[in-house]
């Protein structure tokens, strides 16, 4: 079986009305750096990828974050990843992060 060493997570920039998900995105965090997996993500610095990619980089972890630039410019990409690649577009967000993973 092939080892992962990337996992690509789509998540959201809002942390949602309960309690689990924001438990469930730590519990995703912590499991990928005990594997010493690299986080590949949407690059948010708020909601649930900022939970996560914090719990990563916090267990000194790997994340790299791929953000549209019309996002970027609004503050929401996080400032302390690994890697961060800024796109044109969500189209190009996508295949990027796919790429990268």
Same mark, same amino acid.
């Given at each position: 079986? *092939? ?10 920039? =809002? ?18 750096? *005990? ?36 996002? =970027? ?29």
């Amino acid at each position: 079986m *092939r080892e992962l060493k990337s996992i690509l997570v789509y998540c959201g920039a =809002n942390s949602g009305n309960k309690p689990i998900y924001r438990a469930v995105a730590i519990e995703l965090g912590n499991i990928l750096t *005990r594997n010493r997996q690299t986080l590949v993500y949407g690059g948010g610095s708020i909601g649930i990828m900022g939970i996560l990619a914090d719990t990563v980089l916090a267990a000194k972890g790997k994340v790299i974050g791929v953000i549209p630039d019309f996002l =970027n410019v609004k503050e929401v990409g996080h400032t302390s990843l690994t890697e961060m690649h800024v796109v044109q577009s969500m189209h190009e967000r996508k295949a990027k992060m796919e790429k990268l993973c």
